[in-house]
């Protein structure tokens, strides 16, 4: 199975933004969810946010919800992942995945995802 690709990682300062993309060209893109996790060092794998392609509906870890939106481009296969404000504890590896569990909000650490890119670095510093 193709794997998503992801891009947009990089360095920012505290405040900053970033935008991730993810070209997911291995299943039909419009009748999954489709999310974004991380993972920062020494710390357990999280859900960040997640999309249902179909339909639009978006959900949001609480500690992002209002710095960052997810959105989807359905003609291109791509899911983006806008983040402002940035703090130091969103550095993390952030990866992109089909989410095979209802992503629910207060439980954001157990959505389960499969078919992972190969994840891109984001680093927020002071």
């Known amino acids: 199975q193709v794997r998503p690709v992801e891009s947009g990682g990089g360095s920012v300062q505290t405040g900053g933004s970033l935008r991730l993309s993810c070209v997911a060209s291995?299943?039909?893109?419009?009748?999954?969810?489709m999310g974004w996790f991380r993972q920062a060092p020494g710390k357990e794998r999280e859900g960040v946010a997640a999309?249902?392609?179909?339909?639009?509906?978006?959900y949001y870890n609480p500690s992002v919800k209002g710095r960052f939106t997810i959105s989807q481009d359905k003609a291109k296969s791509t899911v983006y992942l806008q983040m402002n404000s940035l703090k130091l504890d969103d550095t993390a590896m952030y990866y992109c995945?089909?989410?095979?569990?209802?992503?629910?909000?207060?439980?954001?650490?157990?959505?389960?995802?499969?078919?992972w890119g190969q994840g891109t670095l984001v680093t927020v510093s002071s």
């Open positions: 995945a089909r989410v095979v569990s209802h992503p629910a909000e207060e439980s954001s650490h157990l959505w389960v995802g499969d078919n």
């Open positions: 999309i249902y392609t179909g339909g639009g509906s978006t």
């Open positions: 291995g299943y039909p893109f419009s009748s999954n969810c």
